[in-house]
């Protein structure tokens, strides 16, 4: 077993979200939480767990989005409860552009 | 069979440029359809994500010498599926040259794969149209009664077809749109998260024991993914490895975890390291994976419409090899077939569209999805992921550390081993004639 701390590199969240390819839509977010029906049914807590880019913090009892980050996915509106999230993707032309795959 | 009086502009539009809807749209374009190809990315591939290896034996059906084109990573001749614990691990190691030709699987990194396959659609003719998202469908009343599709809208642009294809991904808004696709409960649903890491060349074949053209693909369970249903990924490309972990959401939840959490745990594994060291990631992603297996697909096809690859949940999670691809390329060649046939028949209605599903049943798409029909349940039972491989490496720890003590028999040694491990014989016996029947 080789051994310590993790030999690859970058190793946070927005390190690694730095080396992607992004065009971001600033006129229009493709991501829209009701702050009301996320609290009440739990969802707030588990977008947040799911998501893997962090899209999704909570402060002060509100969900933030962070809609920049979106790997689109779609993993966090498959855990949500209806209506507590609108996740579309992202316009034609804007979001993350995968040069790898 | 459209009930719009302008009339169509295309026989067919085909929504998403990935695996299913190029090939679909190539073999289309070859018997003369007039086809679009709609793809919300600037290029094809650049919104596709894959574990990364594609069992490509199907594609030699439409490209036969795909091998030799394709952008293809490296040829897999060695499998090994380990049970990584927390400080040992214990692996199965399967190799064989024999695999490499003719070629099984081969890893591929998506957004240089892609590209390829849309432009072969294209040079058939289809017209590929990148950069568009498609919003909605264009429905209207059949003459059943049913709903029709009768083209799609992308912002103020409305494209009507005689038929559309659905091969927009696995959260198939489309498919959702006309209630072909239902929410899907979250054992039926994992959510793959991926780096890629640039690595030499050298490295790569020196740490993973290939060469040439020659790749691995390590599938990893247990500690990895800190006891979660699921499991990790390495696989060779040519000059970077691909690695992460696919994680079943119901089980995610529970745990109290994050993905990211675990995905860092997994890449920090010392388990790994002899792999992955030195390694830097050039991409970071993540893809949401269908793993409900035959009892997720739904219907496949309605009046104007089908609805192709992983948008029909046609995935495999068998615990040994995730496939998505394959089987994606699987409905695409039935349903370009059924499409070719029922616009030479003048009837794209549901019935007239129906000898897609009866390929599909015929093919070995939904053969392999009813085979490994019983492989979710098997894999939801989480002593998988944990304790079995504590057992196991358990065990080999007495037999292979010789301390200068007296040697027991293995079998009082597996027995020792076993009341050690929170596993009961009770259990050992329904997992293993259950993984039996799964597998």
Known sequence: MGGGASTVKPTTVPERLAVNSFRVDEEESHIVVDQELCRTTGSGAAIIAVCPAGVYSEQDGLILVDHAACLECGTCLAVAAPGALTWRYPRGGFGVSFREG | ?439
């Open chain 2, 1 to 439: 069979m459209t009930s719009d009086a302008a009339g169509p502009d295309f026989d067919v539009v085909v929504v998403g440029a990935g695996i299913a809807g190029s090939v679909t749209a190539y073999r289309l374009a070859e018997r003369g359809l007039s086809v679009v190809l709609i793809e919300r990315g600037d290029v094809p591939g650049s919104k596709n994500l894959s574990g990364g290896v594609l069992y490509g034996r199907v594609l030699e059906t439409v490209f036969p010498h795909y091998l030799n084109e394709a952008p293809v990573e490296r040829r897999i001749t060695r499998h090994v599926t380990t049970f990584l614990n927390a400080d040992s691990a214990v692996s199965l190691d399967y190799s064989a040259d024999g695999l490499a030709e003719p070629g099984n699987a081969v890893t591929v990194l998506r957004a240089k794969f892609d590209p390829w396959l849309a432009g072969k659609a294209e040079e058939a003719g289809a017209f590929l149209m990148p950069g568009v998202r498609v919003d909605s469908l264009l429905t209207g009343p059949g003459l059943d009664g049913a709903t029709t599709v009768v083209g799609v809208r992308a912002g103020d642009d409305e494209l009507r077809a005689r038929v559309v294809v659905a091969a927009d991904g696995v959260n198939s808004f489309l498919a959702s749109s006309v209630g072909l696709r239902q929410k899907q409960p979250t054992n039926h649903l994992a959510v793959g998260v991926k780096a890629v890491i640039r690595l030499p060349r050298a490295d790569i074949e020196s740490r993973f024991g290939v060469s040439g053209d020659r790749g691995a693909a390590h599938a990893i369970v247990g500690d990895c993914t800190l006891g979660i249903g699921g499991g990790g990924f390495i696989y060779t490309n040519t000059e970077s490895l691909s690695l992460g972990v696919v994680l079943r959401l119901d089980d995610l939840l529970r745990s109290g975890h994050t993905a990211i959490e675990v995905f860092e745990h997994f890449t920090q594994h010392p388990g790994l390291q002899q792999y992955l060291h030195g390694g830097e990631l050039i991409e970071y992603g993540s893809h949401l994976v269908a793993e409900g297996g035959y009892p997720m697909v739904g219907e496949v096809a309605m009046n104007g419409m089908l609805v192709a690859g992983e948008s029909a949940g046609l995935a495999i999670n068998s615990g040994l090899t995730v496939r998505g691809m394959d089987l994606a390329i699987g409905s695409a060649i039935a349903a370009s077939d059924a499409v070719v046939e029922a616009v030479a028949a003048g009837d794209t209605s549901k019935a007239g569209l129906a000898g897609y599903r009866r390929r599909l049943d015929e093919s070995f798409v939904m053969q392999d999805m009813r085979t490994s029909a019983r492989a979710p349940k098997f894999l939801e039972r989480n002593r998988m992921y944990g304790p079995y491989g504590e057992l196991i490496a358990d065990v080999l720890q007495n037999a292979f550390s010789l301390d200068g003590t007296p040697r027991e028999h293995l079998l009082n040694v597996a027995r020792h081993a076993l009341r050690r491990s929170p596993l009961t014989l009770r259990q050992l016996i329904s997992d293993g004639w259950a993984g039996v029947r799964a597998l």
